[in-house]
Every structure is written in C-alpha cells, then in structure tokens.
C-alpha cells in the first residue's frame, strides 16, 4: 500500500495542504477529488518526487516492510503530454523499452497494437499525433514501467469518446499489485473507473464512504465539496 503520513505544503503564505493522512491499498483505482486549487496536482507532485513537502511522509508498505517511496516507484500521466514529439510513435516506445523492459515485455509494435495506433501512425512523428494519440503514448508509458504507483492527473481531458474507451479498458488491466490514484474533474470518469473516493478538501483526504455506483453519489459528493474550500 501507499502510506502518506501528515504530508503539508505551503506557498509563501497560502496552506495548501495540512496534514494529509492516508492508506492507499493496491489492487484498487482511488479517485482523488477535490474544487480547483484544493491541491490535488500539489499531493500528486509531491508523491512524484517533483515537489518537496515541508514536512511528512510518503512510504510503500509491502509484505510488513516499510521504505520509502522513490521516483522510480512512480509513474505519472499529466493533463499534457509531455513527450518528445520529434520522434515517431514508434521510436518512442522502442525507447522507453531499452529504459524499463524486460523480457518479458511486449515488442514496440505490440504495444501499439494495445492502444490501437494504426502502421501508418507509428512511424509519423509524435507533434502530428492528435491530442488523443498523445495521450495514449502516455499512457502506454506507465504500462511499459509498470510501476507499483500510478498517478493519472487528469488524463483523458482532451480525448475522443472511443479513445476514451479504450484507454480505460487499459488502466483496468493494470489494477492488480497497484495504486492507482486518479485525478479528474469529470465526475463520469470517476464513477466508470473508481473503486472508491477520497475527497481533498480543506487541505486533508477525507473518504467518501458511498459507492460510485450508488445513486445518491453525486448528490452526496456536491453537498461535500460545497462545503470545503474553493480557493484558486
């Protein structure tokens, strides 16, 4: 599991976050929901190694040991897609491969195939992908690393209906002996994808104890977030 311990950030005179505590087990997709500014990027930042808390923990706990969490127990798929769009589809994932394959992995052109990028595609450079295409070489990314800690700020905000599809099909199959976090403003996502809620209000992860599924669920969320700060 992923065990944040009183995790607090501060800009200049704004508290961000004041004492975030939480037990993320794996095997499970975790919706992270919370107003804008309530610090959502901010916690996965900090989780991703890019940011520094100024004070607490963030620990992987696995069979009874405790360490803690590095950058290379996290993979991370941002609301952009940061990638280097002078290569081709292909010879991106051919690279990420030599850095983190094994032999077990799938060949670059299987990977392809998994996120359904045509022949044509995968050897057109990356800045002529659509927004979309972006996002599943993203994606494919956290797949190929295959890391114990997923983080997905807001990954399918500019993505097409059946690219949406496939890519959830996608991070479904990668739920087994992970944490996976999700960031979304898109409450439809997090009912189709999550197995459960924590909501970040008023600096703290709070969870809500009601199924994504449950009828009542968007009401009760509203009537939460409505009543935590709305900071930008």
Not at 81 to 107: K, M
Not at 202 to 231: M, V
Request: hydrophobic share 40%; glycine share 8%; net charge negative.
């Amino acid at each position: 599991m992923l065990h944040l311990s009183n995790i607090q950030k501060a800009f200049q005179d704004t508290e961000v976050l004041k004492g975030c505590d939480y037990q993320f087990e794996a095997g499970k997709i975790t919706g992270i929901l919370g107003r804008n500014g309530a610090g959502k990027t901010t916690l996965f930042n900090i989780v991703n190694q890019e940011l520094d808390a100024d004070q607490g923990q963030v620990s992987w706990v696995q069979e009874g040991a405790t360490r803690s969490l590095t950058s290379k127990d996290v993979g991370m798929v941002f609301a952009e897609n940061y990638l280097p769009d002078f290569l081709t589809g292909y010879e991106f994932v051919q690279f990420f491969l030599d850095l983190h394959g094994t032999e077990e992995s799938l060949s670059p052109d299987e990977c392809l195939d998994m996120v359904a990028i045509g022949q044509e595609d995968r050897h057109r450079i990356i800045k002529g992908y659509s927004s979309g295409m972006q996002s599943k070489l993203s994606i494919l990314a956290v797949v190929i690393m295959q890391p114990p800690v997923i983080l997905l700020d807001e990954p399918l905000t500019s993505v097409d209906v059946v690219i949406g599809i496939q890519l959830k099909k996608l991070l479904k199959t990668l739920k087994p002996g992970r944490v996976i976090l999700l960031s979304t403003h898109i409450l439809q996502l997090a009912t189709d994808l999550c197995d459960q809620v924590v909501l970040l209000k008023n600096g703290k992860l709070h969870p809500l104890d009601l199924d994504t599924h449950d009828p009542e669920f968007e009401a009760r969320l509203l009537e939460e977030l409505e009543d935590g700060d709305s900071h930008d």
